[in-house]
């Protein structure tokens, strides 16, 4: 009854209606310029853990990976480096990106290879091309010639980025 | 109260007077908007880096129980029928978590060459022992594997880890064979007999218990025969065949510059005590103790038959036990020379 009262003053005497109208639209306009700032900002940091996320599922895959060389085995006859690797991790699905020999005495580089294809140990090629947890596969890197006797090392690199060495004599 | 009424005039004053209403909703806007975000990015890092830490704990974890594995394992042995390495083991799990083995590995280090068995599905309880022999031995297969090759051999545990088939009394034995002889005699067993005569056959008397080799009494009548254990120690597993030719003898030093000998040569002699007339080649398998007999006065070769042989001095002398054969396919010879005998007339 007493709104009703002071609207009817307003409506008759209407010097302060430009003034109420002007505060409305300017507080809408702060409202919606806070929704939208908010939404941006929402955004953004969505975005930012998207990224923080993924930086730390990776390396938290990485942390779980872990290979172990069974055994390195050159055949001088054929040139042929075979790895034999088993995945003693525990996590799913590694696969393996580079594969560097070097000297081990010095660490000068050898030979790189690139994702060589992974057998089982009977020869068969393992069809996704990755390890499993407690899966055993090998690769064979081939025209590789090394000196019988001596010390080299095999740097396996992982999909996930983790890094493995072995030392062996030729 | 003084307080509250304040409050209520700056309100009541705000209402009556909304300039900078719009203002107060924004920064009150802004800091909500701030707070929310802040809140909810530093909740999120936080269970983030718990997951990481997580996964950094076990994967310590993990490699302290790699760590953690023992194994032993003693007794090795590898037989080869065909390609197929036979490898027997006992193994003992000497740490305080259960070991899983997954894989065995066999190099034929003599040609080079490596077979594995990856079937296995052995499960060891802390402090369990296991002993995998006879038919349950593990089968590898390597082309071109033989008895007389040399291997070695690892297993791959379920944590990555591999453990080395030792075998130490092997490679003693092997660089003491490899340094003096591959047959070894056990100076425990070194015996002797009197040879008698009973009917057509020559017997050693008081068969098998006989006497110390050591101290001999020489008989009246007939003969000695002596009895040594020999054991084949080869690295290489070969069996070892010994000839006729072989001969034990001794040299008496009678005067300085005449020491004299006696000798006996090497024959077969049966269950029941009773020496051959002729001789057929003994074999010494590898690690097999074998008892040999020296009775015979002259070799047993083309045509000649068994004549009892006896000392021909008295004293203390020197043995030498001169073995000649086969080892393999291969000659061989090899001299015992680390007995020595004291002869005595009855």
Request: net charge positive; aromatic share 12%; glycine share 6%.
């Amino acid at each position: 009854m007493q709104l009703k009262k002071k609207l009817g003053i307003v409506w008759k005497k209407r010097s302060a209606v430009s003034v109420a109208i002007s505060n409305v639209i300017l507080a809408s306009a702060v409202i919606t310029v806070s929704f939208v700032v908010l939404f941006w900002a929402q955004s953004k940091s969505s975005a930012y853990n998207q990224q923080f996320s993924e930086a730390m599922d990776s390396d938290i895959a990485k942390l779980k990976e872990r290979l172990a060389f069974e055994y390195v085995y050159y055949d001088k006859d054929k040139s042929n480096l075979t790895v034999y690797l088993l995945n003693c991790g525990t996590i799913d699905n590694i696969t393996i990106k580079t594969v560097y020999v070097y000297f081990s005495n010095n660490g000068t580089p050898v030979k790189v290879f690139s994702s060589p294809i992974l057998t089982h140990f009977n020869g068969a090629q393992i069809e996704d091309q990755d390890l499993d947890r407690g899966e055993e596969g090998c690769f064979t890197l081939t025209s590789l010639s090394l000196m019988t006797g001596v010390s080299y090392s095999v740097r396996v690199i992982t999909g996930r980025g983790s890094t493995f060495d072995y030392t062996f004599i030729a | 109260m003084i307080t509250h009424s304040l409050h209520r005039k700056d309100f009541r004053k705000l209402i009556v007077n909304p300039k900078g209403f719009s203002s107060v909703i924004g920064t009150t806007f802004m800091v909500l908007v701030m707070l929310v975000l802040a809140t909810s990015i530093f909740l999120w890092t936080l269970s983030k880096n718990t997951e990481y830490f997580q996964a950094m704990k076990e994967k310590n974890q993990l490699e302290m129980d790699r760590l953690n594995e023992r194994l032993s394992t003693e007794n090795v042995n590898y037989t080869v029928s065909g390609d197929v390495v036979s490898v027997e083991v006992n193994l003992k799990n000497e740490g305080s978590l259960p070991v899983h083995l997954t894989t065995l590995w066999v190099l034929d280090t003599t040609i080079r060459k490596y077979g594995f068995n990856d079937t296995l599905n052995i499960n060891l309880k802390p402090g369990e022992i296991l002993t995998i022999k006879g038919t349950e031995a593990i089968k590898v297969f390597i082309e071109g594997a033989n008895n007389t090759h040399i291997f070695s051999s690892w297993f791959i545990t379920a944590r990555g880890n591999a453990v080395p088939l030792e075998k130490e009394s092997g490679i003693i034995v092997a660089q003491v064979s490899a340094g003096i002889g591959a047959i070894a005699m056990n100076f425990n067993k070194f015996k002797y007999y009197n040879v008698s005569k009973v009917g057509s056959s020559y017997i050693l008397n008081n068969y098998p218990q006989g006497g110390i080799g050591y101290v001999i009494t020489q008989p009246a009548s007939g003969g000695i025969a002596f009895e040594v254990s020999l054991i084949n120690f080869d690295p290489g597993k070969r069996t070892i065949t010994l000839y006729s030719s072989s001969v034990l003898f001794t040299v008496f030093p009678v005067l300085p510059q005449q020491p004299r000998g006696s000798m006996w040569y090497i024959v077969n002699v049966n269950t029941n005590g009773v020496i051959s007339n002729t001789y057929t080649p003994i074999q010494l398998a590898y690690g097999v103790e074998t008892s040999v007999f020296f009775a015979s006065a002259v070799e047993l070769k083309e045509g000649n038959v068994f004549s009892p042989a006896k000392a021909e001095y008295t004293g203390t002398a020197p043995v030498n036990i001169a073995l000649v054969g086969k080892i393999g396919n291969d000659y061989y010879g090899q001299n015992i020379p680390f007995t020595s005998v004291y002869i005595k007339n009855p």
